[in-house]
């Protein structure tokens, strides 16, 4: 096992997290997470906005639930061959467990799927957790959004580009194996 296998390859507790497409019924306790995380929370809106045009093919958003009840959700943006990730957050009560990792994956391998060859999104400057969530999946810094959040702080844009490469497809299925045995790519 090389070294990036060792790193990406660990047990990863959110086995079991059922991955599944955002509905309605969702948004209650999508909301409550919301507002726990943003400082600018999406509205109950913007959410139904989003999954409308996921109906169309031009979004796509999962939730992941365990045990009945929400975990987290994510969402992208899909244009052409570029995926944007509009959103992934997770119930705080439940961080660091896997829960975004694997809802992440599945958006890779949907965005893969589509034909995309590309990932990007913006990140707060001071949103470590992201950030180092992103790092794992292979996302680099390619520049900044001055005073992009609030008009205040600097948003860092993230690339992660080659994802339709066999190689590609070899770190996501070492980043979450029942995400790939679950999508037919294990
Ligand atoms: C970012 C966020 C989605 C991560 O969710 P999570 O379910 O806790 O993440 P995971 O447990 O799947 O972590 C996967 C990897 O991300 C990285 N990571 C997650 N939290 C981290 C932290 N606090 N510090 C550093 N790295 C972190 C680690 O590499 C981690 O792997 P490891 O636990 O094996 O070391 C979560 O912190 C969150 O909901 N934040 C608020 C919403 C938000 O900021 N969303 C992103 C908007 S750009």
């Not at 086995?15 to 999508?30: K, N, S, V, Y």
């Not at 509009?86 to 965005?111: Q, Y």
Request: glycine share 8%; with cysteine.
């Amino acid at each position: 096992m090389s070294v990036l296998s060792r790193l990406l390859h660990r047990d990863v507790p959110a086995r079991g997290l059922e991955i599944l497409p955002m509905r309605r019924r969702d948004f209650t306790a999508i909301q409550v997470i919301e507002h726990q995380v943003y400082p600018q929370p999406w509205s109950i809106n913007v959410f139904l906005n989003e999954i409308e045009l996921a109906k169309q093919g031009q979004r796509y958003y999962t939730v992941g639930y365990r045990g009945g009840e929400l975990m987290g959700y994510a969402g992208m943006m899909l244009v052409l061959e570029e995926a944007h990730i509009t959103n992934i957050a997770t119930d705080p009560k439940r961080r660091r467990s896997g829960i975004a990792r694997h809802l992440l994956a599945d958006l890779v391998w949907e965005a893969r799927g589509k034909g995309c060859t590309g990932l990007t999104l913006e990140v707060r400057i001071s949103n470590v957790a992201a950030q180092g969530l992103y790092h794992l999946f292979g996302f680099e810094p390619a520049g900044v959004r001055p005073r992009y959040y609030e008009n205040s702080e600097d948003a860092i844009v993230m690339w992660c580009h080659n994802i339709d490469s066999p190689e590609y497809a070899a770190r996501l299925r070492l980043l979450c194996p029942d995400v790939a045995e679950i999508r037919g790519e294990s």
